[in-house]
């Protein structure tokens, strides 16, 4: 099992910066894969970015080169900065892991991300 908390969504302005975090407890050293995505309203939740144990990353085109994921394994904390921020990032961020040898996987709550034109 494992638990996660998200932090750090709000309301900024287009071209604004926001920090998300996401805190794992539980079966952390489980974990092979941590990422974010986000829903929008009327739409697919997508993928945003992830990163694996390895340290191996992977973007969406739409936030290449705006946003960065990065982790910090002595805080079990995944982290997305989000710059550049257009009003169509606006959505529910959710913190994701996936599990090594069981390849199950965990939500957190989610984050709202609003950005204003």
């Known amino acids: 099992q494992v638990q996660l908390v998200e932090s750090g969504g709000g309301l900024v302005q287009a071209g604004g910066s926001l920090r998300l975090s996401c805190a794992a407890s539980?079966?952390?050293?489980?974990?092979?894969?941590r990422g974010w995505y986000r829903q929008a309203p009327g739409k697919q939740r997508e993928l945003v970015a992830t990163?694996?144990?390895?340290?191996?990353?992977n973007y969406a085109d739409s936030v290449k080169g705006r946003f960065t994921i990065s982790r910090d394994n002595a805080k079990n904390t995944v982290y997305l900065q989000m710059n550049s921020l257009k009003p169509e990032d606006t959505a529910v961020y959710y913190c994701?892991?996936?599990?090594?040898?069981?390849?199950?996987?965990?939500w957190g709550q989610g984050t709202q991300v609003t950005v204003s034109s």
């Open positions: 994701n892991v996936v599990l090594r040898t069981s390849f199950k996987d965990y």
């Open positions: 990163i694996t144990s390895g340290g191996s990353v």
């Open positions: 539980g079966s952390i050293f489980s974990i092979n894969v």
